[in-house]
């Protein structure tokens, strides 16, 4: 089973500022990797997959980079909405697909 | 508008079967070149899959669950369905249903389900 390790558990960021998330793999899951947003009492949404193709109608300051072990989902100017949980995900090895443990992005 | 809807019981007893059916709107489960699955969420924790069918019936299940695992699909009712037998306090979780695969682009609001006698 691969395992996905986030980091970090929480980021406290300003609105308008960047954050940056970190995902890895503990083994090359090339570019099979997503991430969601999940906001409180929520089901998680898609936002990228394919390691850095947004999903539809994902906003653009919303972006995915990496490929192997190592992730990055980049939001380039926070918004109210965009404090949530976020997971990543990979899909390079279905049995099991496996789920980051989550980082929290929260106000500062 | 696609939209998926979690039913089933919110409660379970300790070693019964936990059973819950996803209802599709919007798309013809059969006449769509899409996966259909269930992933589920324990209170306050991550995200864990349990697996996805296809409307032909091939079904992808979380080797961690494989044993106690069915999930099944009826076209005429476009829903498809899951069964977890043998069930204890660490199954309570939100399960949601979703489609897809490999990625999961349509979710169901989910279903709190909780063990316990």
């Known amino acids: 089973e691969i395992v996905m390790t986030q980091s970090p558990d929480t980021l406290s960021v300003s609105p308008g500022e960047r954050a940056t998330l970190s995902c890895r793999a503990s083994?090359?899951?090339?570019?099979?990797l997503a991430w969601y947003q999940q906001r409180p009492g929520q089901a998680p949404r898609l936002l990228i997959y394919?390691?850095?193709t947004r999903a539809t109608g994902i906003p653009a300051r919303f972006s995915g980079s990496g490929s192997g072990t190592e992730f990055t989902l980049t939001i380039s100017s926070l918004q109210s909405e965009d404090f949530a949980v976020y997971y990543c995900q990979q899909y390079n090895d279905w049995l099991p697909i496996t789920f980051g443990q989550g980082t929290r992005l929260e106000i500062k | 508008q696609l939209q998926l809807q979690e039913s089933g019981p919110g409660l379970v007893k300790p070693s019964e079967t936990l059973s819950l059916t996803c209802t599709v709107s919007g798309v013809s489960i059969s006449s769509s070149n899409y996966y259909w699955g269930w992933i589920r969420q324990p209170p306050g924790k991550g995200l864990e899959w349990i697996g996805s069918i296809y409307y032909s019936g091939t079904t992808y299940y979380n080797p961690s669950l494989k044993s106690r695992l069915t999930i099944s699909v009826d076209t005429s009712k476009n829903q498809f369905s899951l069964k977890l037998s043998s069930v204890t306090a660490a199954d309570t979780a939100v399960y949601y249903c979703?489609?897809?695969?490999?990625?999961?682009?349509?979710w169901g609001q989910g279903t709190l389900v909780t063990v316990s006698s």
């Open positions: 979703a489609r897809g695969l490999e990625v999961y682009d349509y």
């Open positions: 083994q090359s899951v090339t570019s099979n």
């Open positions: 394919g390691a850095s």
